[in-house]
């Protein structure tokens, strides 16, 4: 099993930044990908960025230029920076692994973060 922990969300004005960190724990060497999801109130859960553990990262279109997201493997963390922030991207941030199929893939998630960008 693998344990997430996320930090960094909060309060910030239209046009600010954060950083969200994600930390994981318990059977790590099994993650094969790691993602960043979000949550806004009322509407589903949806991808925003990934990144799998060949550093290949994809990125919703709402947030192209403005998230990145990077891994620290020494740490086991992965980073979400959020540069240029829009009310719209209000939601509890999420983050997720997907473990390699061994036969079959496990989905873990952490216990959310909440991000609040006021206009």
């Known amino acids: 099993q693998v344990q997430l922990v996320e930090s960094g969300g909060g309060l910030v004005q239209a046009g600010g930044s954060l950083r969200l960190s994600c930390v994981a724990s318990g059977d790590i060497f099994s993650i094969d990908a790691w993602g960043w999801y979000r949550q806004a109130p009322g509407k589903q859960r949806e991808s925003v960025a990934t990144?799998?553990?060949?550093?290949?990262?994809n990125y919703a279109d709402s947030v192209k230029g403005r998230f990145t997201i990077s891994r620290d493997n020494a740490k086991n963390t992965v980073h979400l920076q959020m540069n240029s922030l829009k009310p719209e991207d209000t939601a509890v941030y999420y983050c997720n692994v997907k473990t390699r199929p061994v036969p079959f893939f496990y989905l873990y998630w952490g216990q959310g973060t909440p991000v609040t960008v006021s206009s």
């Open positions: 990144i799998t553990s060949d550093g290949t990262t």
